[in-house]
């Protein structure tokens, strides 16, 4: 155990059991994943993406490339998680990834053997011979070595939640700055939200010995936390990562609320927030750098930071024999920490000839402190050595298991380029900051590149002053404390040479330093072909502790400055996101909402089958016992509407009111024909255009008043029609003196057809006259019925005497109950869409697959709707040459020339002799049916000419399913062309 | 993005229907085709503030003019189409 | 792999960076996919070689690096079927022709249909491209589950009623396709010329164009040929064309590698989601445009869980892999939904535009039939309905038809 005996902010009466690869150990309440593994002196936590090489953990943050795990089992399992944030939990199952068998024997680290093939972009150029080899042998080996963990390929079984949060300033980060800035503008009465990536408050407080005020940094962040949690104004959130920046100062975030799996997924694992914040302060801290050397991937080889983390927050020493290579002040700091923490510190190796003033103590401690010296290789499978070089040339060979590495601090900006701008380079800091930031935002702290303590909470105080005032409040007085004022120099080295070993600038994705120089020998020198050709920065971690390294190594090797060279733009999310907490509850059957209509329980009741019709639910058929198959069941139903009578709830259909002295005049714009002569009391078919002449809609227009109309749209298009009709309102004849109002919702509406239709009808509505002279057809009524407006239209879209009542939705159902029993003595059946669809093709009616947004009124067979005498929407377009072609195919009728032979919908349709060419496709079938009226198939076609082609034959052809055969072009009306029937 | 409604406030884009550059007019309805052609078919598409239609269709049900850079999506004006003087 | 073998020191640059020169018999403005592919098409089926790609950035930077990698030929309209075909069989011996490894990966693209109206037009799609020489497979709700058992059917929404495959779609490695071009054409002796921005059009005084004016100069061409998609309305511009096109902002989207989990491309039917697997084992996905005119290659979060929400309504087991990192492309969104491959009415400009989703798996073809426009001033025979003037004549190519509103397509 490196478990250290006293100290650390674990709770050591709470012990937690877990597995990592199947063994048991043992960690503390407080642990990471990660800290329990070093506690535990488990130093192999994972294999390197491309050559399988044995990686320890680096980080103690969001920002660890190596330490990837699959966490849990089964459907829960969670694969690439972070150990470092993954908070521990009894019964935590863990388990290493990317290695076969186990990870300390892994087949496919021989990987490094071929390592001089497969450096930057070697699949490009290799894998290519011969031909067949690459998709037959090459890349399936590639796919199945390829990868991190695995899913389950089971349904996620936890649920996930979405919240909108709006305040005055989003603090992201809880750190000194952070709570800095969230206490200021809280006092000062701020809607504040401050979200906190660890489930603890007080950031690098947390990992450092630091005083403030005379407290430790835990002492002071908790109380701090105290304060704030005591003001109704402000909201914590820990264990929340803020990911991304959006348009109109919206953050998107997410809380991890339950990482371990809730019985019963009775509460949300993780929750979406939305966060619109009026101002922003970025206090986000920063990420330490590696250096880059030959060897620096071996298990042992950890941020200086990092072991400040695990020894000061966790008390679990990373190793037992210590050494620090380091380029900054705050190196040495960690190097004190392991001295503090009795951890035997054989030398500090900084590249700086003078030594910070730090080095004194250490150094009466025995401690070797080594300037102007680097680290240039390391040794053992696991760290055992490491070999220095002196300024002057001589190398030393220091025996250790751990060495903390520092080259120099990488603000955590990342969320500031969401917005596309671009971070720039300080020369001053050695780092990159932000330049412009995204309206209401600004960066404070170690964010800002102010890296010392007192200086970030200064900073961070200045930065929620600045909200308060930016708000218009009253400026308040900054606070101060006291806090020791840290050395911050670094001196940035971007590469130590003459080391044998690889040195690696990605760890998870094994780009080194010599893939970068292949990349740019080969001409990839912007750092957006860097990062493709190498995948530099492209890993789970995306380069939060490569990138800037890389850049740099890049910028030398085309000699230019870092500042030219640049860097690349942060894309959201900061941190890997889980899928499920973006699509919150909208899943599976929950993806969208259902629509149901007011009779739906009806027909449920009645052993309806139902069909998606957009977002509704419609009753598609109504099986009886004993019937073999749905199509005997709809034939059934077609035949009973056809001889008796039948009931179909229609009420997904669009309805809208057009009012207003205009409304006839606009409507004469909406509809090719005309509408503004409809006589009171009458319903008139009305086709639809898009203004590029292709048709949008059809529908019924009931004239109820000299200035009432009301309209109805096909199911799918009641939206559109109703964005249509106001676009041509409000935008374009914005004169006109026209209301419309959807009431899609407001009626139910049922179509009674068949002929005994009327019978019905006269048993439910004893006090309506239908007589067809009071009622004819396309005739409509409004009346009362239980009290209550309703409205009847003579209208029929099966060929039948029909008639549609209309009632409010809340009679809906009691509706259909009183239709269905008066309809009993006559042999009522309901009949759900696929009769309907049967009978609308039996009288040649176009619906969805004909109005399928490529077709045009003459294209349909209604051209000689099209009134030459009036403008309308789509008028003009409608002349184009193109669609004025005679050759369009167009709405004509099918018959099988052998009776028996079935017409599927899809086919397309070639002339009777020759080989099927691409050329000679004389069109297809949109929608089929068998006839019960025919005893046959019959079919909607669109053929070119169609209409002048009665009578010829043409070939199907749908090799896709096999149908062969020939077919006749007849009329599209099957049943009753004379329409005598509809007029009973 | 939230868009400044006239009549609903600030409100998340989705709640609303985009329809492009408001610029274009429709021709009187004895223009030639070809304006017909230009009104419908062509943009200028510009890189910068633009003028444009969106329609809040899961509120007020007014199509609004909206003017927005199109690099930046920052929006800096909001008007009721019906009211919008071109 | 000699090279391989000697440690990497004699690796040359993939492609010469040249200085522009002051004429050219073309220039190609564009240094993305199609701009790269109509440069090599030039010069290695034309033999024309005096050509120059003139890119504002670096080659690559734009469409052709940032989509989904999707490569398939499964269009209706005979205005496309003949033009996507061919262009997957150029994919299909890209490699060779190039030298390069673009990985393509022909593992199958399923369209998955949920009713019956969409099945029986995917029956008319699947027959056209057969009639087209082009490979179709109608597949039922038991044969999609056989080949893909992870997804939705137990508790759909919109149950999964089958789906239109083609074996031989599948996706590329989008950078590579770039590089390899580049490489090639470059090979070749065409000059690629980064970092240079066009700033206008040179003309003569029938206004007839004659080169271009660029932040590196003047450079004079007896053609110029555009191919900006994203930003075609602004070059267009610049001689004063007004096209047929907004530009529109699409988000793509990747999650953390994973073990190899989803065989081929798979669509939605009921929603615009689109998902295949990387060969690094990323899953790489997108959905809809963001719907607004955009020029900022980045997008909003309503799309970014509407997408998300396609994803968990079609394979429930996504929820657990996290998404890695999402970016913006900027479309070009034609009014039909079909791109333009057509002299401009200006003499000497040509115009390779409107490609919408579509510009990724088009590289090959689109280059292929620009290239052959350039060099012989007429349209190739797979790309004849690709003409500007199709908006006037009414002879209109819509795929989807949604009609003259660009988001919708």
């Known amino acids: ?984 | ?86 | 792999m000699r090279n391989a073998l000697s440690g990497h020191k004699k690796w040359q640059p993939a492609w010469r960076d040249a200085a522009p020169r002051e004429a050219y018999d073309i220039i190609i403005v564009g240094g993305g996919g199609h701009g790269l592919a109509t440069a090599h098409y030039l010069a290695s089926v034309h033999g024309i070689t005096n050509v120059a790609v003139i890119e504002k950035g670096w080659i690559g930077g734009g469409n052709v690096g940032r989509n989904t990698t999707i490569v398939r030929a499964n269009y209706l309209l005979e205005g496309n079927e003949p033009f996507y075909e061919w262009s997957l069989r150029l994919w299909e011996g890209l490699e060779q022709d190039l030298n390069y490894n673009a990985m393509m990966s022909q593992r199958g693209v399923l369209n998955l249909f949920h009713s019956d109206a969409q099945r029986d037009a995917a029956a008319r799609r699947g027959n056209a491209m057969l009639l087209h020489g082009s490979d179709a497979e109608l597949l039922d709700r038991d044969a999609v589950r056989k080949l893909a058992p992870f997804l939705n059917f137990d508790s759909a929404r919109f149950p999964i009623e089958g789906g239109l495959l083609q074996r031989r779609g599948g996706s590329a490695r989008h950078d590579a396709v770039a590089w390899g071009y580049a490489r090639a054409a470059s090979g070749r002796g065409v000059d690629i010329i980064q970092n240079c921005e066009v700033l206008g059009f040179l003309r003569d005084a029938r206004g007839a164009v004659t080169g271009v004016e660029t932040t590196r100069g003047a450079i004079r061409a007896g053609k110029v040929g555009i191919a900006v998609a994203g930003n075609s309305s602004r070059v267009a511009g610049m001689a004063g064309l007004r096209l047929p096109i907004e530009s529109h902002v699409l988000q793509a989207f990747v999650s953390e590698a994973l073990k190899p989990v989803i065989p081929g491309v798979i669509t939605f039917g009921a929603a615009h989601f689109y998902i295949s697997q990387s060969d690094k084992g990323g899953l790489v996905f997108g959905g809809d445009v963001d719907g607004y005119n955009s020029y900022a290659q980045r997008g909003n979060l309503p799309i970014v869980e509407d997408t998300c929400e396609s994803a968990m309504a079609l394979m429930p087991m996504i929820g657990r892999a996290r998404l890695l990192r999402s970016w913006g492309g900027i479309m070009d969104m034609s009014m039909d939904g079909s791109p333009i491959i057509d002299r401009a009415p200006v003499d000497g400009l040509y115009v390779n535009a409107g490609w919408c989703y579509g510009g990724f798996k088009a590289t090959p073809a689109s280059g292929w039939c620009f290239a052959h426009l350039l060099a012989t001033d007429r349209p190739h025979e797979v790309a004849t309905a690709y003409r500007l003037d199709r908006f006037a004549t009414g002879r209109i190519i819509d795929e989807k038809g949604q009609g003259p509103q660009p988001n919708l397509h």
């Open chain 2, 1 to 86: 993005m939230r868009i400044p409604c006239p009549y609903c406030g600030n409100r998340d884009s989705s709640e609303f229907s985009y329809r492009s550059d408001a610029a274009p007019v429709r021709p009187a309805a004895d223009a030639p085709v070809a304006a017909f052609h230009d009104y419908v078919y062509l943009r200028d598409n510009p890189a910068g503030p633009i003028s444009e239609h969106w329609y809040h269709a899961a509120g007020c049900r007014a199509w609004l003019v909206v003017t927005r850079d199109t690099r930046t999506h920052e929006i800096s004006a909001a008007a009721i189409a019906q009211e919008f003087v071109r």
């Open chain 1, 1 to 984: 155990m490196s478990r250290l005996a006293k100290g650390g902010l674990i709770d050591r009466g709470r012990p937690l059991g877990f597995t990592f690869d199947g063994r048991a150990y043992q960690g503390f309440e407080g642990d990471t994943l990660a800290s329990a593994l070093v506690a535990n002196d488990v130093r192999l936590v994972g294999r390197s993406f491309k050559y399988h090489r044995r990686r320890g953990l680096l980080t103690a943050g969001g920002e660890e490339p190596n330490g990837i795990v699959t966490i849990g089992a089964g459907a829960y399992a969670e694969p690439n998680t972070r150990a470092t944030t993954a908070w521990l939990h009894e019964g935590m199952e863990a388990v290493s990834q990317n290695r076969w068998p186990s990870l300390a024997l892994d087949v496919l680290s021989v990987n490094q053997l071929f390592a001089p093939i497969f450096v930057a972009g070697f699949y490009y150029k290799t894998f290519m011979w011969p031909k067949s080899f690459w998709e037959k042998l090459y890349e399936p080996a590639i796919r199945r070595a390829a990868g991190l963990g695995a899913l389950s390929g089971r349904p996620d079984p936890d649920s996930y939640d979405r919240m909108h949060g709006f305040c005055d300033l989003l603090v992201i980060g809880g750190g000194p700055a952070g709570l800095a800035a969230a206490l200021v503008a809280g006092r000062a009465g701020l809607r504040v939200i401050l979200a906190n990536e660890d489930a603890r408050f007080g950031g690098r407080l947390l990992s450092e010995r630091q005083r403030i005020d005379g407290q430790s940094g835990p002492e002071w962040a908790g109380a701090v936390e105290e304060e704030l949690r005591a003001l109704p104004n402000v909201t914590l959130l820990a264990r929340t990562l803020v990911f991304g920046v959006y348009d109109g100062c919206e953050y998107g975030a997410v809380e991890r609320l339950a990482d371990q799996p809730v019985a019963g997924g009775a509460k949300p694992r993780q929750r979406l927030w939305k966060i619109e914040a009026r101002q922003a302060v970025l206090t986000a801290g920063a990420i330490e750098r590696p250096l880059v050397f030959a060897g620096n991937d071996r298990p042992g080889v950890m941020m200086a930071s990092a072991i400040s983390t695990y020894v000061n927050r966790f008390a679990a020493a990373p190793g037992r024999r210590a050494a620090i290579f380091t380029t900054t002040d705050s190196g040495w700091q960690a190097a004190a920490d392991l001295v503090a923490a009795g951890v035997d510190l054989a030398a500090v190796i900084d590249p700086r000839p003078d030594l910070p003033a730090g080095a004194e103590t250490l150094m009466r401690a025995g401690v070797d402190c080594l300037g102007g010296a680097m680290v240039r290789e390391t040794h053992g499978r696991n760290l055992k050595a490491i070999t220095v070089v002196r300024a002057d040339g001589r190398t030393r060979r220091i025996e250790v298991d751990l060495l903390g590495v520092s080259g120099g601090w990488n603000p955590s900006i990342g969320i500031a380029s969401n917005l596309g701008a671009r971070p720039v380079w300080s020369d001053a800091l050695a780092t990159f900051l932000i330049d412009r930031a995204p309206p209401g935002l600004r960066a404070a702290g170690a964010a800002a590149g102010r890296f010392g303590l007192a200086d970030a909470l200064r900073d961070g105080a200045d930065a929620g002053i600045a909200a308060v005032t930016a708000l218009g409040r009253t400026t308040p007085t900054p606070p101060v404390w006291r806090s020791t004022e840290e050395d911050t120099g670094a001196a940035p080295l971007w590469h130590v040479p003459g080391g044998k070993a690889k040195a690696f600038v990605d760890f998870q994705h094994d780009v080194t330093d010599a893939d970068i120089g292949l990349a740019a020998r080969e001409g990839f020198v912007s750092v957006e072909h860097l990062k493709r050709y190498t995948t530099l920065g492209m890993a789970t971690d995306q380069g939060k502790t490569s990138q800037v390294n890389g850049h740099a190594l890049l910028a030398a090797a085309t000699g230019k400055s870092i500042a030219q060279a640049g860097t690349i733009m942060a894309r959201p999310p900061y941190l890997p996101v889980a899928i499920g907490a973006l699509a919150g509850h909208h899943r599976e059957a929950d993806y969208r909402p259902v629509r149901l209509t007011a009779a739906h329980d009806w027909a449920v009741a009645r052993g309806a089958t139902f069909v998606d019709a957009g977002l509704w639910r419609r009753p598609r058929w109504f099986a009886r016992p004993g019937e073999h198959d749905w199509s005997e069941t709809v034939r059934r139903e077609a035949v009973a509407v056809r001889s008796g009578v039948g009931v179909c709830d229609v009420s997904t259909l669009g309805k809208i009111e057009v009012h207003g002295p205009d409304a006839g005049l606009l409507l004469d714009r909406l509809y090719i024909n005309t509408m503004s002569t409809l006589p009171l009391g009458k319903a008139r078919y009305g086709v639809m255009l898009r203004e590029d002449g292709i048709v949008l809609d059809d529908g019924t227009v009931t004239r109820f008043g000299p200035e009432r109309f009301y309209l109805t749209t096909t199911t799918a298009n009641a939206a559109k029609v109703m964005q249509h009709i106001d676009f041509a309102r409000q935008v374009i004849w914005p004169e006109l003196d026209v209301q419309a109002a959807s009431v899609s919702e407001q009626w139910s509406t049922y179509a009674v057809a068949g002929p005994r239709s009327r019978d019905v009808l006269r048993t439910v509505f004893s006090d309506l006259s239908l007589d067809d002279s009071a009622l004819p057809f396309m005739g409509a009524h409004e009346f009362r019925w239980q009290g209550k407006a309703a409205r009847i239209f003579r209208v029929s879209f099966s060929g039948e005497r029909a008639y549609e009542v209309a009632v409010p939705a809340l009679l809906g159902k009691a509706l259909m109950e009183a239709l269905f029993e008066a309809g009993l003595p006559y042999g009522i059946v309901p009949y759900g869409t696929e009769a309907q669809t049967l009978m609308r093709i039996e009288k040649g009616h176009a619906a969805g697959p004909e109005l399928n947004g490529q077709t045009s009124a003459a294209d349909l067979g209604l051209g000689r709707m099209m009134s030459k005498k009036k403008d309308f929407i789509g008028r003009a377009l409608s002349e184009r040459p193109g669609m004025a072609d005679p050759d369009r195919p167009t709405l004509v009728g099918l018959k099988p020339v052998r009776s028996t032979d079935r017409l599927p919908a899809g086919a397309h349709l070639m002339p009777e002799f020759g080989t099927p060419r691409a050329a000679d496709d004389q069109g297809w079938i949109s929608s089929s049916t068998f006839s019960p009226s025919l005893g046959h198939w019959i079919a909607i076609a669109f053929v070119r000419n169609g209409p002048t082609r009665i009578g010829e034959r043409l070939r199907l052809y749908d090799p896709l399913r096999g149908a062969e055969g020939l077919v006749e072009i007849c009329s599209p009306v099957f049943v009753d062309p004379e329409g005598s029937r509809v007029r009973g």
